[in-house]
């Protein structure tokens, strides 16, 4: 049984949904159907849809000195340890981190890569880009055949999906920096997890089972993720001897193991033997990219979230400073009014986005111009007030360019240090193959980049030039690990998996705390909305609106899309009233955890 520490509850139910990555990958209706109850103002908790949507009920979490939520419980405890053994957010976050890359092997990775946003007892806020880059010898038409077409699976499921892995350099440079244990200390708990086995729950079970059929394909792949062929069962332990190898090099070697000795040149060896472009070369190249957050303000609190090579806190900030003037609170949690203002201010968001951003290191991201309040305001203004915009009338906004799986964690420390970690190898289990005997899945962050203008990726994002495939450049990210400050003091920690939905989610859990006034656990409990310019359609969480508001919204010329979940949440919000840290498991994600102390 799962030991909470401070927890109010034990209740676990069995796993409710399914996998919650990427809306492109889960089978949706085209229709929308509401059963969520009217509401007038703040969502109530009894009004949440869990039962119709079939989630557990997961309890709140408070804790005074400490907190950790993941999406599996086993990390979650280990980076509560890590605290209670005197370490510092820091410290718990890579502890963290390595564990998921053995009990949440979906998504937790050293074979990926992601951000994290780090606030600092010393006030500063920081935040770190271990983004993957493209292979040197990447090509802008590398994902096309000979006629100019994109090839299906090419960017998702072979070695050429693969870019330059970036956590091993990541975890590194953030412990080396801010982090006061060593890596031998916070990477044991994560060996022993992959050496000794953990015993795996229904949730764990579910997200392994969606890749039965892949994992049969490569005998070094079943070999672990299978068990004789068959996939795993909730109650039986899942052991990685392999993985615990390359952990234990990483341990004695450090990133020079990975990057520069025998786990570089497993990858490479693999990669030439499939036709992928890796060469020692890459590995050798690679580096992390400490910036500066993208912050802005919104009714009182300051939001620090992800710059680019991500999108995420520029997508954010956009649409927060497009709807900061709309009484949103006064309209209700998902009224037609606010749900019409935040779609329609999405839409805007993300044609900018698609149109401008990619890695800083290749363009020039027009930030300040997107995030002026003069651009707000020109947005605004070409809002109609009762009626959908086609998506066909609306362009990036400054003229023509010139020129789904992830995981989300986040700790907070008696300290005062706060960090938010996304991080990822796209989709679940990457492109689904290990490279010989190094235990570890690779990414397919390839696909993130713009295959060809116009063509969608696997989340339906319709990019252009400025997030071109080119060498050694990072793919353009949804990822928005984001932290919240209030008169100066924490108040948030946030961020989420599920590709472009990604942005709105985060937004919505700030919005839901910040805005709409509900607790943590009815802020993330709560069914979310998501607009990304293409497809033209508002994607709905099921209950996500009441029956009248989503009449209204047809009736508006809104064309509604039910998909069945969208990311998982993991958050932790201070109560400003009592000064106790807060935070729930997201029900989406069954195995996962919130624990404090
Ligand atoms: O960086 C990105 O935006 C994507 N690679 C994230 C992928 C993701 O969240 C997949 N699913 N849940």
Same mark, same amino acid.
């Given at each position: ?240 001897? @392999? ?10 070697? +450090?990133?020079? #193991? %990975?990057? *520069?000795? $025998? !786990? ?81 201010? @999405? ?10 951003? +990619?890695?800083? #290191? %290749?363009? *020039?991201? $027009? !930030? ?230």
């Amino acid at each position: 049984m799962r030991k909470f520490l401070l927890a109010a509850a034990v209740t676990l139910l069995a796993a409710g949904g399914g996998a919650s990555c990427a809306f492109a990958d889960q089978s949706a209706p085209a229709s929308a159907s509401s059963t969520q109850a009217a509401q007038d103002g703040p969502i109530q908790p009894k009004l949440q849809g869990n039962i119709e949507r079939n989630l557990p009920d997961e309890p709140l979490v408070t804790a005074r000195h400490g907190m950790v939520v993941s999406a599996q419980h086993l990390a979650t405890q280990i980076g509560v340890d890590i605290l209670q053994q005197g370490g510092n957010a820091v410290d718990a976050a890579v502890a963290v981190g390595y564990a998921l890359a053995v009990v949440h092997p979906c998504c937790g990775n050293i074979g990926g890569g992601g951000f994290m946003t780090l606030h600092l007892a010393d006030g500063q806020n920081l935040f770190l880009d271990f983004r993957e880059k493209a292979p040197l010898a990447a090509t802008e038409d590398m994902m096309q055949n000979a006629a100019g077409q994109v090839v299906k699976g090419r960017s998702t499921r072979t070695y050429l999906g693969v870019g330059v892995p970036g956590t091993v350099l990541g975890f590194d440079e953030a412990l080396k920096h801010h982090g006061t244990m060593t890596l031998q200390q916070v990477i044991a708990p994560a060996i022993k997890l992959a050496k000794d086995g953990y015993t795996l729950e229904a949730g764990d079970v579910r997200i392994l089972d969606t890749s039965t059929d892949a994992f049969r394909r490569s005998p070094n792949v079943a070999a672990t993720f299978l068990d004789h062929g068959q996939p795993w069962k909730a109650g039986q332990v899942l052991k990685q001897p @392999e993985l615990a190898r390359t952990l234990e090099m990483i341990s004695e070697d +450090g990133s020079k #193991a %990975f990057y *520069d000795g $025998p !786990i570089a040149a497993a990858v490479v060896k693999a990669s030439e033997a499939n036709h992928g472009l890796l060469t020692l070369q890459d590995f050798r190249d690679y580096t992390v990219q400490w910036e500066r957050p993208i912050e802005c303000g919104y009714h009182g609190y300051t939001i620090y979230s992800a710059p680019p090579p991500s999108s995420g806190g520029t997508t954010i900030c956009e649409t927060l400073q497009i709807i900061a003037p709309y009484p949103f609170a006064e309209w209700g949690f998902h009224s037609t009014k606010s749900v019409h203002y935040f779609v329609e201010a @999405e839409r805007r968001a993300f044609a900018d986005r698609n149109t401008y951003l +990619g890695d800083p #290191a %290749f363009v *020039d991201n $027009p !930030i300040t111009k997107l995030l002026s309040a003069e651009h707000a305001a020109e947005l605004r203004a070409s809002i109609k007030p009762d009626q959908a915009t086609p998506s066909s009338e609306v362009q990036g906004s400054l003229g023509p360019y010139q020129a789904t799986n992830t995981t989300h964690y986040s700790v907070v420390d008696g300290k005062g240090n706060a960090v938010a970690v996304t991080f990822t190898i796209n989709s679940y289990f990457g492109i689904k193959q290990i490279a010989g005997d190094t235990g570890f899945f690779l990414n397919n962050e390839m696909d993130d980049f713009t295959s060809k203008p116009e063509v969608p990726n696997q989340f339906g994002l319709v990019q252009g030039e400025a997030n071109r495939i080119q060498p050694g450049k990072r793919p353009l990210s949804s990822m928005s690990p984001t932290i919240v400050m209030h008169d100066g003091k924490l108040f948030m920690v946030t961020g989420s998996p599920g590709g472009s939905t990604i942005i709105s989610t985060t937004m919505e859990s700030i919005l839901n705390v910040a805005e709409y006034g509900m607790n943590v656990k009815q802020a993330i409990d709560a069914p979310r909305i998501h607009m990304q310019w293409w497809p033209d359609q508002v994607f709905a969480e099921p209950g996500a609106f009441a029956p009248g508001v989503h009449a209204e919204l047809e009736a508006m010329g809104y064309k509604i899309r039910t998909i069945r979940q969208m990311g998982d949440i993991a958050a932790i919000v201070v109560n400003p009233k009592t000064g106790m840290l807060e935070s729930v498991n997201d029900p989406r994600y069954p195995a996962g955890e919130a624990a404090g102390y």
